[in-house]
């Protein structure tokens, strides 16, 4: 990752939910499933993971939703920002989505995942690792 220092910011638009990340990202991605591209109205999320132990909501609450067994995906109850995600697949891990911090800078993502979904107006011009499904190697 970019950074190493520890604390970093990041929220929702109308400043209701705020959290922080207490290290760097372990990791950084960009997600073309559909699940994420509907819960962020957008192409693809990129997202950004860390321990659970290194996340901490610190103004508001996160709003839950079940969007599927075993993912969880948290957002702002006022705006309606989309800001977490957290899967049964990834025990102790809590992903943000990169915009959502304060410095999205800190953030480099690796790598394309779930490019079986990807739209065709998408177009990746980069050098980054690109798998079909999440689970490529």
């Known amino acids: 990752m970019a950074d190493t220092s520890e604390n970093h910011q990041g929220g ?17 991605a960009h997600c073309h499933c559909r699940s994420c591209q509907k819960a962020v109205g ?5 997202w950004s993971g860390v321990k659970e132990e290194n996340f901490e909501v610190t103004h508001g609450h996160l709003t839950i939703c079940v969007t599927s067994l075993g993912v969880r995906r948290g957002f702002c109850n006022q705006c309606g920002s989309s800001l977490t995600y957290v899967g049964d697949r990834w025990p102790g891990i809590v992903s943000v989505l990169s915009a959502t911090l304060d410095d999205p800078g800190i953030a480099t993502p690796t790598a394309h995942v779930n490019l079986e979904d990807k739209l065709p107006w998408v177009w990746l011009d980069d050098e980054l690792k690109r798998y079909e499904t999440f689970g490529d190697d």
């Open 42 to 46: 957008a192409g693809f999320a990129t």
């Open 12 to 28: 929702c638009l109308c400043g209701t939910v705020r959290y922080t990340l207490h290290s760097a990202p372990d990791w950084s």
